[in-house]
């Protein structure tokens, strides 16, 4: 009899255990995710930031995963073409257990997928787009990582409402749908500025420099890509007037894209911290993790953002607890209010708001140095 209740307890045991881990891509031992990046083709240097994300989950790992669980990440290559991102996970979803795809890269990239996630039911954690309908309504299983340019616009109409006030400035921007947006953003958060706007139109940046010029404003606003970005700021004739912009130039090597007459005058919307932040304790260890697991990746821009979305998501597995299904991953997304991390700002996500980055510094950024002129400013409406 003792051996007969014995083997009934082992046979429930099992039942119990493949219950417990029914849920597609996850084991006992394993968590599986994917991401689409570009590992080939012009766009391959984005892929740093999957391959950095992969070194601080195998970091993870080696310290004994989450919940005793190693957190695997697959990622494919598709040279960043829509076409090719569909496809394959297409095929992946048939062969292979995936838990939720994870950090995957691309506005039209991940638009080419979006129905086949809803169909089969898979979460996105942290897609890297800027694009505001995937937040806007909030979609259960889509979460965003990159600020949309009304995020950004309403953080910048914070801070100069309370640093300049009582100032003249003229709001430049590309001339198009997305940052018209951003524009209506800006100006519902200034109050005692007095804005001209001015939209950037092609082949005429040498006249919108010289009404400037004749303007004399006592500061601009640039809204606009990083192309944009660039573009305009390329004609800067030496005005000595500061140039507020968005988080597309939160970049060390702005110092090397820019010339010396430029670049002092720019300031940035600032996130997670630049690389020779050396007092950070975030990138000593983000050094520490690439020199282990990834010793041929310099780091960067693209490392960092790696590192700081991977520290988001093991934040949020941890959470979710030993008892993990994709249900309970999205509801433990949903509590990361006011949390920090190493590398990321203040998070801010709950069931009213998938979007990561939302809060933001005003920074200027020098050769080996960065100096922040503000606190951490919310971009959120009504916060």
Known sequence: M????????????????????????????????????????????????????????????????VHGRSIVLNIFDDQFRPEKTFKILNELTVKNEIFAVFSGLGNENFKSILGLLKQQDIPSFFVGSDQAEWTQPVMKNVFSFLPNPEIEARVLGKYLTNNHSGSEMIIWYADNKKYLRSVKAITKELFGVSAKLLPGKKGRLKAEWNLISKRKPDLLVALGNYGDLMNFLKGYPNLDIPVYTGHALADSRITEWLGSSVYPSVRVLSAYPLIYEKENQGVSLHKKILNEYEPKLIPNRWTLYGHAIAELMVEILNRTGRSLNRERAISSAETLINWKGK?????????????????????????????HFSDWLDGRENN
Request: aromatic residues 10%.
């Open 343 to 371: 590398l990321m700002p203040p998070v801010f996500i709950d069931s009213d708001n998938h979007l990561a980055l939302t809060t933001f510094r005003v920074s200027q950024i020098l050769p080996g140095k960065v100096n």
């Open 2 to 65: 003792k051996i007969l209740s014995i083997i009934k307890l082992l046979i429930l045991m099992i039942l119990l255990t493949n219950c417990c881990y029914a849920e597609t891509g996850i084991s006992s031992r394993k968590i599986i995710f994917v991401s689409n990046q570009p590992l080939s083709g012009p766009a391959k240097d984005f892929s740093y930031i999957g391959k950095s994300s992969k070194a601080y989950f195998q970091y993870v790992n080696d310290q004994g995963g």
